[in-house]
């Protein structure tokens, strides 16, 4: 997963003195009606210095045309991530959709004839998403879906006239299962009632008589099932083992409808892909040689080929598996570089993928797998950044406060920059992600021209190594993975080119959690936090997060309503011990986030004021738990690296003056 390429009640709390920041000042500005409080006006030459950096865009490959070589990428243009058509390698990109709000989701072409496509977008990022048609020869946009539901994507029909989703319409905290036909939405009916949050549908049986699903618990459980497309009757694949708890992942089909792959941890620490027999339910293992998780799994339509990605301590390699054997086929002219997004064009030869890396954005290609031919169908710009000598990371290992070895990448400023580096901290979300290194855009301003040295830690419950790693986070063990960036700070302190008095820790989502709690607990070992859509406490958090989440993140933070969780969580929380908060502040939230309502940043923000150290707090418009937006994007950046300045660097007052040599 990708750390920033991560729902519900709101309890609004007024800010005083918050109000919009005034049109004329500064040189850059969010989105109008956004909310900010003490972030000085950014100044323009701080924006034409930082241009470069801005100014790049990517691509990310999203479906193949059934009958022609052409795809559907996603990209920016305008404001917004909208759909695009590239009719061949290289070619021009052709914008179809057209909207303020992003377009990046669940699309995909019609499977048999082309002549339409799906997708899904919410509004203002309330993740409330909704499905609809778009009409090739018209350009008409027809809605599918009930405009105030959340809606999955869609999952196709192997004779392309209906679309499985998800729906949580009936009473906003379960995920029912819907059938349409797209080219008819009065043809939208119920297929079967669910009770949890967790559900997804993932393949259709090659004669579209059933539907095979999974039923996600958490990261560590999971269940499959077949649902009879008829009756709605919900059969259990994959029962409970006393002996073990067991996930699933990517599942599919296979072509004779005897047997499903699917990728799983059943029997091993790391997930592997399997094949079950449907009949005798007896798994064979694909990819016990890989010692590592697999994270995507794509079955070829002729059945042949599977693709498949390894997740190799943060390193994706793509593999390709004969179906029958479970041979793998060699690909030595593969470039290296993070690999996702793997989809089979029907044609069953090309494998179309998106792929970026420490050097280069994010880009649509292709794999020819008779030939071995690897083509990339964008080159997405720059900003006029000559990223050749871009530095790769070196993964780094610290011995947490219990002996367990943590890891984490670590990103050198160039050779130039002399003497003992500042450090910039940056905790991925999830809890279960994992920072993996991929290309870190606007992020290599603060190296390239700061000289900031950036450290991305995988504490204990990060995905990629392992289900036990992954769940030594859960619950009350929740405090050991804040103990373990103590020990990262010790870590930091013993490197002799590292400054430890010069410390920032910053995070997103459960990110921004952990970046608060380390301000809390080590705030003499830090400069300054900053705080992006994080919870402030637990509780107040579950209490308030998306009906429909809330089951699935109290498997992983514990159930607030146990009186000894809730003891816990409270003990823990930093909205309990903001007067531990001595350092300077940035707290960052969208204004209809339903993952981390606005509330948990309201709360944080006030109370930390209290303690008469320097708050600044951003509110984007329009935005959700992300931002899609590149005005707010941009100002979210300018402001970030005004506020490292400050409060790290301890430049001037106005930072451009020092940028100016003023």
């Given at each position: 997963m990708?750390a920033?390429?991560?729902?519900?009640?709101?309890?609004?709390?007024?800010i005083t003195?918050?109000g919009?920041v005034?049109?004329?000042?500064g040189?850059?500005?969010?989105?109008?009606?956004?909310?900010?409080?003490?972030?000085?006006?950014i100044?323009?030459s701080?924006v034409?210095e930082?241009?470069r950096y801005t100014?790049?865009?990517?691509?990310?490959?999203l479906?193949w045309?059934?009958?022609?070589?052409?795809?559907?990428?996603?990209t920016?243009f305008?404001n917004?991530?909208?759909?695009h058509?590239v009719?061949f390698?290289g070619?021009a990109?052709t914008q179809?959709t057209?909207?303020?709000e992003?377009t990046a989701?669940?699309?995909?072409?019609?499977?048999?004839?082309g002549d339409?496509?799906i997708f899904s977008?919410?509004?203002?990022?309330?993740g409330?998403?909704?499905?609809y048609?778009?009409?090739l020869?018209?350009?008409?946009?027809t809605?599918?879906?009930d405009?105030k539901?959340r809606?999955?994507?869609g999952?196709?029909s192997?004779?392309?006239?209906r679309?499985?989703y998800g729906?949580?319409r009936?009473?906003d905290?379960?995920?029912?299962?819907y059938v349409?036909n797209?080219l008819?939405?009065?043809?939208?009916?119920l297929?079967v009632?669910?009770?949890?949050?967790?559900w997804?549908?993932?393949?259709?049986?090659?004669?579209d008589?059933?539907i095979?699903?999974?039923q996600?618990?958490?990261?560590?459980?999971?269940?499959l099932w077949?649902i009879d497309v008829g009756t709605?009757a919900k059969?259990?694949?994959t029962?409970?083992s006393a002996?073990?708890?067991?996930a699933?992942?990517?599942?599919?089909?296979s072509?004779?409808?005897?047997?499903?792959?699917?990728?799983?941890d059943?029997d091993?620490?790391f997930r592997?892909?399997?094949?079950?027999?449907?009949?005798?339910?007896?798994?064979?293992f694909l990819t016990t040689?890989i010692?590592w998780?697999i994270?995507?799994?794509?079955?070829s339509r002729d059945?042949?080929?599977?693709?498949?990605?390894?997740?190799?301590?943060?390193?994706t390699?793509?593999?390709?598996?004969?179906?029958v054997?479970?041979r793998e086929r060699r690909l030595?002219?593969?470039?290296?570089?993070?690999?996702i997004d793997?989809?089979w064009?029907?044609n069953?030869h090309?494998l179309?993928?998106s792929?970026?890396s420490v050097?280069?954005n994010?880009?649509a290609?292709?794999?020819?797998v008779?030939t071995?031919?690897?083509e990339?169908w964008?080159?997405?710009?720059?900003?006029g950044l000559?990223?050749?000598?871009?530095?790769?990371?070196?993964?780094?290992?610290?011995?947490s406060?219990?002996g367990?070895t943590?890891s984490?990448m670590?990103y050198?400023?160039?050779?130039?920059?002399?003497g003992?580096?500042?450090?910039?901290?940056?905790?991925?979300?999830?809890?279960?992600d994992?920072?993996q290194?991929?290309?870190l855009g606007?992020?290599n301003?603060?190296m390239n021209?700061?000289?900031?040295?950036?450290?991305?830690?995988?504490i204990?419950?990060s995905?990629?190594?392992?289900k036990?790693?992954?769940?030594?986070d859960?619950?009350?063990?929740?405090?050991?993975?804040?103990?373990d960036?103590g020990?990262?700070?010790e870590?930091?302190?013993?490197?002799?080119?590292l400054?430890?008095?010069?410390?920032m820790v910053?995070g997103?989502?459960?990110?921004g959690?952990a970046?608060?709690?380390?301000a809390?607990?080590?705030a003499?070992?830090?400069?300054?936090?900053i705080d992006i859509?994080g919870?402030?406490?637990l509780?107040?958090?579950?209490?308030h997060?998306a009906p429909y989440?809330?089951?699935?993140?109290r498997?992983?933070?514990?159930?607030e309503?146990?009186p000894q969780?809730?003891?816990?969580?409270?003990?823990?929380?930093p909205l309990?011990?903001a007067?531990?908060?001595?350092?300077?502040?940035f707290?960052?939230q969208?204004?209809n986030?339903?993952?981390?309502?606005?509330?948990?940043?309201?709360?944080?923000?006030?109370a930390?004021?209290?303690?008469?150290?320097p708050?600044w707090?951003?509110?984007?418009?329009?935005e959700?738990?992300?931002?899609?937006k590149?005005?707010?994007?941009n100002?979210?950046?300018y402001a970030?690296?005004?506020?490292?300045?400050?409060?790290l660097?301890d430049e001037?007052?106005?930072p451009a003056?020092?940028?100016?040599g003023n």
């Amino acid at each position: 997963m990708r750390a920033s390429r991560t729902l519900g009640l709101m309890i609004l709390i007024l800010i005083t003195c918050v109000g919009p920041v005034p049109a004329d000042e500064g040189g850059a500005q969010p989105e109008p009606g956004s909310l900010t409080e003490g972030i000085p006006p950014i100044p323009k030459s701080l924006v034409r210095e930082m241009g470069r950096y801005t100014q790049g865009r990517s691509a990310e490959f999203l479906s193949w045309h059934p009958l022609r070589r052409e795809m559907l990428i996603v990209t920016y243009f305008g404001n917004t991530p909208q759909v695009h058509l590239v009719q061949f390698p290289g070619g021009a990109r052709t914008q179809l959709t057209f909207s303020e709000e992003r377009t990046a989701v669940g699309v995909s072409f019609q499977p048999t004839k082309g002549d339409y496509f799906i997708f899904s977008r919410d509004s203002g990022g309330n993740g409330n998403s909704q499905n609809y048609r778009y009409d090739l020869a018209s350009g008409q946009v027809t809605l599918l879906t009930d405009g105030k539901s959340r809606n999955g994507p869609g999952v196709w029909s192997n004779r392309g006239d209906r679309i499985a989703y998800g729906s949580t319409r009936r009473n906003d905290t379960d995920v029912d299962l819907y059938v349409v036909n797209p080219l008819d939405p009065k043809s939208d009916r119920l297929l079967v009632q669910l009770e949890g949050g967790g559900w997804r549908p993932l393949d259709w049986s090659p004669s579209d008589k059933k539907i095979l699903a999974l039923q996600e618990i958490s990261i560590g459980e999971g269940y499959l099932w077949l649902i009879d497309v008829g009756t709605g009757a919900k059969t259990l694949l994959t029962p409970s083992s006393a002996s073990e708890v067991v996930a699933y992942g990517d599942a599919h089909f296979s072509k004779d409808g005897k047997s499903i792959y699917a990728i799983t941890d059943r029997d091993s620490d790391f997930r592997r892909l399997a094949r079950i027999d449907l009949d005798s339910r007896h798994y064979t293992f694909l990819t016990t040689n890989i010692p590592w998780d697999i994270s995507e799994a794509q079955l070829s339509r002729d059945g042949k080929w599977i693709g498949i990605i390894s997740n190799e301590d943060g390193k994706t390699t793509l593999h390709l598996l004969d179906a029958v054997s479970g041979r793998e086929r060699r690909l030595p002219n593969f470039p290296p570089g993070y690999v996702i997004d793997l989809h089979w064009h029907r044609n069953s030869h090309d494998l179309g993928f998106s792929m970026d890396s420490v050097r280069t954005n994010s880009d649509a290609y292709s794999l020819d797998v008779r030939t071995g031919k690897v083509e990339r169908w964008t080159f997405s710009e720059l900003g006029g950044l000559n990223t050749d000598n871009f530095v790769e990371p070196r993964v780094i290992h610290w011995k947490s406060f219990d002996g367990l070895t943590i890891s984490g990448m670590l990103y050198r400023p160039p050779a130039h920059f002399g003497g003992k580096r500042p450090v910039m901290i940056d905790i991925h979300g999830g809890p279960e992600d994992q920072f993996q290194p991929y290309f870190l855009g606007v992020q290599n301003y603060y190296m390239n021209e700061l000289g900031i040295a950036l450290l991305f830690p995988n504490i204990r419950g990060s995905s990629g190594f392992g289900k036990k790693f992954v769940n030594l986070d859960n619950g009350i063990l929740r405090e050991n993975a804040y103990k373990d960036l103590g020990s990262l700070l010790e870590w930091i302190a013993a490197q002799p080119d590292l400054d430890a008095s010069r410390v920032m820790v910053t995070g997103a989502s459960y990110g921004g959690n952990a970046a608060l709690v380390t301000a809390m607990m080590y705030a003499d070992r830090i400069r300054c936090a900053i705080d992006i859509y994080g919870p402030s406490n637990l509780v107040t958090f579950l209490e308030h997060t998306a009906p429909y989440r809330r089951d699935l993140r109290r498997v992983e933070y514990g159930d607030e309503r146990d009186p000894q969780i809730r003891e816990f969580l409270e003990r823990v929380a930093p909205l309990n011990h903001a007067s531990s908060i001595t350092k300077p502040l940035f707290v960052i939230q969208g204004e209809n986030d339903p993952a981390v309502p606005r509330s948990e940043s309201d709360q944080i923000v006030n109370a930390v004021r209290k303690n008469g150290v320097p708050v600044w707090y951003f509110i984007a418009k329009g935005e959700g738990h992300g931002f899609g937006k590149v005005a707010n994007y941009n100002y979210r950046f300018y402001a970030t690296v005004m506020f490292a300045r400050r409060y790290l660097l301890d430049e001037a007052e106005n930072p451009a003056q020092t940028a100016n040599g003023n």
